[in-house]
């Protein structure tokens, strides 16, 4: 096993990124996490959003400085990217490079556009990624805790010779240095990203609940007891693991469910999905998905639509939309509410 070089607070001058000018592009996910997060770490932020954005008076009313796209460039020292990945080259050209300053610092927090070329910036740019390895509402909630997510950190390019120390200065006002931070390649964050959202943590993770959830439910089992052992009960069991690794939730859980699990699990998880795994990586690595996803987004993200659509119908999505109702404390300290962000 190979060892890395962890970066934490301490490796960081947080001063450097509190004398910037940054605008935030985008106030999303990601986007109204960096822009919070920024600005109680004592940063000078403006987001940067098209006319019109229903995210606009979400951000004005959590007390940031609001302006279009063109004109938060306008004298930013630091822009980070944070529109849809899908839509970035055509913010980029249209808004952002015109308007953006000599010498000024670009950010992204994923290398999708950078790696894939369909952003090829001004020679004369620092171009660098804060890569959070985590959604955007928990970067947030961990920062209000005292806490963050892991980062990626890497350079694209250095013309001023200090992107590096931006990038990790930014990941520190983030909340990042808390967790540990980083340092990598566009490539590597590129792929690696891709494939853990697919394969395990978005993908794979989602079809293995849908998959039991399908199989109780086909043998007669109920709607309502194959949602809590197969959906609800995963948040159990993934804040054991989280907390201190498989060897916490085993000594957590029943000797039972224990041996059941070492017996049944490779069986069910097999060296097929391990081929089938390796064939994802194949995909993302010969830059196929990155074609596919570029097509689908330009011909209206026709099948995106369509899934997400057949996924709301599912059982499992409308019992869980019943049952999450009876536990009212579960909304109560929501991370995602669409009113606020
Ligand atoms: P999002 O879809 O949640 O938010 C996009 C924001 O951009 C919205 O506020 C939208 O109003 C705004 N926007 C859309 N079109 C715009 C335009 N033309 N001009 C200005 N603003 C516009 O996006 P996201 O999921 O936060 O993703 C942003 C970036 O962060 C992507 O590069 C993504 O890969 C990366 N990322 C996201 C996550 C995550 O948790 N979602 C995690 C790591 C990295
Ligand atoms: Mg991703
Ligand atoms: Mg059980």
Redesign the pocket.
């Known amino acids: 096993m190979t060892t890395i070089n962890m970066l934490y607070d301490k490796d960081a001058e947080l001063s450097i990124i509190q004398g910037m000018k940054v605008a935030v592009?985008?106030?999303?996910?990601?986007?109204h996490a960096h822009a919070l997060n920024l600005r109680d770490t004592g940063v000078s932020v403006t987001v940067?959003?098209?006319a019109g954005?229903?995210?606009g008076a979400k951000a004005e009313k959590a007390g940031l400085a609001v302006a279009p796209?063109s004109e938060a460039v306008d004298g930013a020292d630091l822009v980070m990217l944070?529109?849809?990945?899908e839509?970035?080259a055509?913010?980029y050209y249209s808004e952002v490079e015109p308007n953006l300053k000599q010498g000024a610092t670009l950010a992204?927090?994923?290398g999708?556009n950078i790696h894939f070329q369909c952003i090829e910036p001004r020679a004369d740019l620092d171009v660098v990624m804060v890569?959070?390895k985590?959604?955007?509402h928990t970067v947030r909630s961990n920062y209000q805790q005292g806490g963050g997510v892991p980062a990626l950190i890497a350079v694209h390019s250095d013309a001023g010779s200090r992107a590096r120390d931006i990038a990790l200065s930014y990941a520190c006002a983030i909340g990042a240095g808390t967790a540990g931070i980083i340092e990598t390649s566009f490539r590597e964050e590129v792929e690696t990203d891709l494939f853990g959202e697919q394969a395990v943590l978005c993908g794979g993770l989602a079809e293995l609940i849908l998959a039991g959830f399908e199989t109780l439910v086909e043998a007669g089992y109920s709607p309502e007891m194959a949602y809590f052992e197969c959906l609800h009960e995963t948040k159990l069991i993934i804040d054991l693991i989280y907390e201190g690794g498989l060897a916490n939730m085993n000594y957590s859980i029943s000797n039972t469910a224990e041996y059941g699990g070492y017996l049944t699990g490779p069986k069910v998880i097999d060296a097929g999905v391990r081929e089938r795994m390796r064939e994802a990586l194949g995909r993302i690595q010969r830059g196929e998905f990155a074609r596919e996803f570029v097509q689908e987004c330009e011909s209206g993200q026709l099948v995106m639509k369509a899934i997400r659509r057949r996924q709301r119908e599912h059982p499992v999505e409308q019992v869980g939309e019943h049952l999450r109702a009876m536990m009212p404390w579960i909304a109560q300290q929501r991370l995602v509410d669409r009113d606020v962000n």
Do not use: T
């Open positions: 592009i985008g106030y999303g996910s990601q986007g940067g959003l098209r954005s229903s995210s796209v944070l529109v849809p990945d839509l970035q055509k913010v992204f927090a994923h999708f890569a959070p985590g959604p955007g």
